[in-house]
Nanobody, 123 residues
Framework: VQLQASGGGLVQAGDSLRLSCAVSGRASRNYNMAWFRQAPGKERELVARISRSGSGTYYADSVKGRFTVSRDNAKNTVSLQMNSLKPEDTAVYYC?????????????????WGQGTLVTVSS
């Protein structure tokens, strides 16, 4: 499976931004998807995760109530709607895919990655 992330940019605190991940390849709908982010000098962290059917989601505490992950299996896309952005949300955001079921927090559990898209939130 191949992943292509897009939608990053420079915004002000309080603004919204929507990231998209185009998923292509064989049986792409079978993959559980996730968004990770990595800020300068910090480890990559799981932001949100969505099951292959879209019925199960998980959010990091830091984004809960502000971010929403969704997927459109007909269009083979996964999105991350980010509202009320804060300067601490500044990071490179990555979409990732795995066939393994469950809330997998460690990036090592995701064998497929898209290129990152930079989100910068100014104060």
């Amino acid at each position: 499976v191949q992943l292509q992330a897009s939608g990053g940019g420079l915004v002000q605190a309080g603004d919204s931004l929507r990231l998209s991940c185009a998923v292509s390849g064989r049986a792409s709908r079978n993959y559980n998807m996730a968004w990770f982010r990595q800020a300068p000098g910090k480890e990559r962290e799981l932001v949100a995760r969505i099951s292959r059917s879209g019925s199960g989601t998980y959010y990091a505490d830091s984004v809960k109530g502000r971010f929403t992950v969704s997927r459109d299996n007909a269009k083979n896309t996964v999105s991350l709607q980010m509202n009320s952005l804060k300067p601490e949300d500044t990071a490179v955001y990555y979409c990732a895919a795995t066939l393994v079921v469950g809330v997998l927090i460690q990036s090592e559990n995701y064998p497929h990655w898209g290129q990152g898209t930079l989100v910068t939130v100014s104060s």
